[in-house]
């Protein structure tokens, strides 16, 4: 497969390269709306069509995991664009987000919402995600990955991202969620 280039599934949908999100997770959180999330889970193939991201722009970004340094949690943060990173939130929700910008930038797109689960911690549920995933590739042998539908999200909307107070009124004001409307 050549970078950048999309392969095709029998679904008819191609998945999404690593080369899609080897950009600024601003862009990749605008252009992953109204992509398809799929899960394998056995035999069965899940998909969703992603309806709200928030983006995570890296160590610069106060509200970014990435800005309390390269830790055990947020190291795979700095991996290759199109890693998993998952991680548990409050001790209950397991957050899927996935690496965004070339090795080592630690920025990420948080997956809020997709099909009719609305919310990172029901979506998490609805995935069946597992701490096993954190780190893997975003590809079909893994079990989860996204593909392209040849929907193009016209009527997106930007908001401030959900619970980041914590990173003062310069980040968390900031218009880093995308919310697909119908």
Same mark, same amino acid.
């Given at each position: 497969?050549?970078?950048?280039?999309?392969?095709?599934?029998?679904?008819?949908?191609?998945?999404?390269?690593?080369?899609?999100?080897?950009?600024?997770?601003?862009?990749?959180?605008?252009?992953?709306?109204?992509?398809?999330?799929?899960? #394998?889970?056995?035999?069965? #193939?899940?998909?969703?069509?992603? =309806?709200?991201?928030?983006?995570?722009? /890296?160590?610069?970004?106060?509200?970014?995991?990435?800005?309390?340094?390269?830790?055990?949690?947020?190291?795979?943060?700095?991996?290759?664009?199109? =890693?998993?990173?998952?991680?548990?939130?409050?001790?209950?929700?397991?957050?899927?987000?996935?690496?965004?910008?070339?090795?080592?930038?630690?920025?990420?797109?948080?997956?809020?919402?997709?099909?009719?689960?609305?919310?990172?911690?029901?979506?998490?549920?609805?995935?069946?995600?597992?701490?096993?995933?954190?780190?893997?590739?975003? =590809?079909?042998? =893994?079990?989860?990955?996204?593909?392209? #539908? /040849?929907?193009?999200?016209?009527?997106?909307?930007?908001?401030? #991202?959900?619970?980041?107070?914590?990173? /003062?009124?310069?980040?968390?004001?900031?218009?880093?969620?995308?919310?697909?409307?119908?």
């Amino acid at each position: 497969m050549q970078p950048g280039r999309s392969t095709a599934r029998p679904s008819g949908l191609l998945v999404l390269p690593s080369a899609f999100f080897e950009r600024s997770a601003d862009e990749v959180a605008r252009d992953l709306l109204g992509k398809v999330l799929v899960r #394998r889970i056995g035999g069965a #193939r899940h998909s969703f069509a992603v =309806t709200e991201t928030e983006a995570y722009l /890296g160590p610069h970004d106060l509200a970014c995991h990435s800005a309390r340094g390269r830790t055990r949690r947020t190291e795979v943060m700095f991996g290759p664009p199109g =890693t998993l990173y998952i991680y548990l939130a409050y001790g209950l929700h397991l957050m899927l987000n996935v690496v965004t910008g070339p090795e080592g930038c630690a920025a990420a797109v948080l997956i809020r919402g997709a099909g009719s689960a609305s919310g990172p911690g029901r979506l998490g549920r609805a995935l069946a995600l597992a701490p096993v995933l954190n780190g893997k590739a975003a =590809t079909p042998e =893994t079990g989860l990955w996204f593909e392209e #539908r /040849g929907f193009l999200a016209r009527r997106i909307t930007a908001a401030p #991202r959900i619970g980041v107070g914590y990173a /003062g009124p310069k980040w968390s004001r900031r218009k880093l969620r995308f919310i697909l409307r119908s």
